[in-house]
């Protein structure tokens, strides 16, 4: 499998890591992680266009996350000489057809026209939706947020989505292949809702992950070294993205 980091930071503005929207390639499948600000461009850019997006994962309903749904579903609509006939898989939290059935209120040209969009909200637990294998289990970051493990071809991908410290991540991630975890903040400068580096490989070392993945950097990371916060904890392979980061696993 491989993952393409193309947005590795926060609804903060920064050069290097734009909102969260990750990229995954697993059993020929193009598997979309969160689409924050900016997500459809970058994705078209990394090589995804918008037409061949079939998959969407949303973690949670933060802007930094969902903001560019609307995005997506409105350049489907406007696209000229092309109709997408294809159904559009949306996957992800408890109030995801609310929240998308709120925004097409608004934005109303942006509501489907000549194909299917499939909401899914997921299970906590096992889920089988769009041939997939999903685990869901909630993270305490928001009262409906999510972190998912994913299994196809014998390969274990987890995604912390934003995530408190809880017990339930080191389920999520129990060997995993490639764990794609949060670190919001260095050390000291943590928020109940959120995972310090320290934080995220502890959980990673506990749930014996082969490759641990940091995201969702707030602009603090570059001030401080959480590389060697995190090396104290975990000791497999350790990337600290950003925005253009690629990993296989
Ligand atoms: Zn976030
Ligand atoms: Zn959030």
């Known amino acids: 499998m491989r993952l393409s980091i193309l947005g590795a930071g926060t609804i903060l503005p920064q050069p ?35 037409r061949e997006i079939d998959t969407v994962f949303i973690s949670h309903l933060h802007p930094d996350h969902v903001l560019d749904l609307v995005t997506l579903l409105q350049a489907t609509n406007a696209t000229p000489s092309w109709e997408r006939r294809a159904p559009l898989q949306l996957i992800g939290c408890r109030g995801l057809a609310a929240f998308t059935e709120a925004l097409l209120a ?20 096992a889920n089988e939706v769009a041939g997939l294998n999903i685990h869901a289990a909630l993270t305490g970051h928001t009262s409906n947020s999510l ?11 987890a995604y912390s989505g934003d995530a408190a410290d809880l017990p339930a991540l080191v389920e999520i991630a129990q060997d995993a292949d490639l764990f794609l975890c949060e670190a919001s903040f260095p050390d000291g400068q943590g928020t109940p809702d959120h995972l310090t580096a320290t934080q995220a490989a502890s ?28 090396e104290a904890q975990f000791k497999g392979r350790l990337t600290i993205a950003q925005d ?3 990993v296989r696993a």
């Open 16 to 50: 290097n890591r734009s909102p969260a929207c990750h990229l995954l390639e697993i059993a020929g499948r193009k598997l979309v992680f969160d689409l924050g600000p900016g997500a459809v461009a970058r994705l078209a850019a990394a090589g995804l266009d918008h």
């Open 244 to 246: 253009g980061t690629e």
């Open 203 to 230: 959980i990673a070392a506990r749930a014996g992950v082969r490759h641990l993945v940091l995201t969702h950097l707030y602009p603090q990371a570059d001030t401080q070294n959480m590389r060697a916060e995190a």
């Open 106 to 125: 608004i934005f109303r040209d942006a509501r489907p026209e000549t194909y299917a969009l499939e909401i899914h909200e997921l299970e906590l637990g």
């Open 147 to 157: 972190a998912l493990r994913l299994e196809a071809e014998g390969r274990v991908f």
